[in-house]
């Protein structure tokens, strides 16, 4: 027959252990519990297993190698072995045989008056040596000296035997069921108190219990009477009801701990101080400063930010210039310049040279005449003229002949011959219209206008951000023309691209830097209204707002000098004390939580003290 391992730990509970053994597969269940385990240290909790198993017909073997704990098993009803390797059939046997004589002693103990002699019934179904039934209600668990398994003891003496069942077996505590699969389990007393729902078991408990009250009158004086209270089980009450006083008492001790610390650490008081004001009505300059970024309200100083708007755009005009314009080219040839001063001549360019005619050249370049140079004999002298040739244009379109002279009063030294004919010249001239300064100017400024106008457009004041019209600025970021001054054209065209920006505050900032200056001044100021007179610049170019406004006037109070003054001290005396300050019409005091409201005091760490200044 095959059987099923049950293993236990150390704090598994008595009704998870059941559990396991109740849903185990086959009736044999090997029952493994480590050394020191719960389940082993009570008595009550293995008489529930065994009543719960019998129930059931499982047949169960504890395994442990604790010994304490082997001797309690054997006491509450169950063959222990130290290793699984000794469980055998005859251990399986030995565990049938100390069941049946366990139910059967059980069912004595309930039916059969105690002045019968309930082992000799017993005896009758072959039980001949102290049994373990016997050890079932006479162990206790400071005693070592438990029957083992198997060991013959006589039972010698009928009266011996009943005191030793009337003084060991624990008497009947009352317990509660607790249902566990089916089955019910008693929690709280001894197993063997156990009664089932069944009516013939609740008739024979009833039975039994008038029948022992009746034969406990006429037992032998010398029968030991039980004494219930000094039981393991009342014992552990006595000891349970002096832990629980102690808890109790470090519970009211841990808690009045904790109520001193939040109360000294944790409390907040919170001081309302009520203050009365006086009516005001002034005048301010208020200054808009673009290099701040905070209101400053000892110099009523306010930032601004700068808002812009880019635009672009493109006009065009008619040009408004005109030039006469030379097409073609004058008759032109090569001319011979001769030098007869013995020195060379520098001749600079835009020199004219003219004929009779008054055909005449313009130099386009400055020349250089060589000098001339003279020959000594003894017959003659001979003169050689210095020369140069040069190409040049003459100023119409006439043509003329070969050696022409041409000539400039400047320089009476030169010369100037054409040696061969000038050719015919096809030179005309036209009248254009141009660009001229005045239409660049004119262009320049319609598109620019135009174009910052939209720009302004664009900056609106919204919500309470003002734009200051005085710090509006235009700037010009480019501008092209499609012509150059005094180019040939009709219509000059411009694309320009513009920068419009100003400075923008925030409105709600005005009252910010009167509350503010007020404070600087040590005092608070309520109910603000305030009109704005003008917005101008000043000689530095500074933008100032003048303003006028009205509103209440408070004396501002130090915090600081409050709480050094009024830490610790009772609510009464802090109140005295605020109460002497000017201006202070009411003050209330209270504690939070409010309950430590009814000490009295301030804490004495004045970061737990909150002051609240009303008006």
Sequence with gaps: MKDTKVFVDLDDEITFITEKILKAQTNRVILIIPERSDVITSLVGLKMIRKVI???????VIVTMDEQGKNIAL?????SVSKIGEINEEIWREVVRLKKRIHDAMYMSNKVPFKEDIYKTIDNSDTKKLSQEEQFFEYKPDQNNAIPLGEDSKINKKKENIKRVEFNKEPIISSQKVSLDGFELIAGGDVASFRDSNKEDTEHSNKFTQEKDETHKDLNKDTLKP?????????DREKSKKLNKLIIFVGIFILLVIFIIYYLFLTVSSVNITITGKKINSQELITINPNISNVQGYNLNIPSKIVSSNESGSSS??????????????????VTFSNTSTSAVTIPASTQFSDSNNISFTLSSSITVPAATVTNTATSSTTNYGTINENVVLNTNTAIGANDTFSNNNYSSITVTNPSAFSQGNESTSTEQVVTQNDINNLSSTLSQQLFARGRGALVSSGNNKIIQQSIKNIIISKNFDHSLGAVASILNLSMNTKTEAQEYNYNNIQIAIEKNALYKGNIIKNINFSIQRIFLDSSGNIKISISYSGELFKNINKNNILSSIKGKSFSSAENYIKTIKNVKEVSINDNPYIFSIIGYLPSNSNNIKININN
């Design 227 to 235: 004494n219930m209270f000094k039981s393991a089980f009342f014992k």
């Design 54 to 60: 019998d129930k059931n017909d499982k047949d169960v």
């Design 317 to 334: 005009i008619p040009t408004t210039g005109s030039k006469t314009i030379q097409t073609g080219s004058f008759a032109s040839g090569s």
């Design 75 to 79: 006491s509450g009803g169950f063959v």
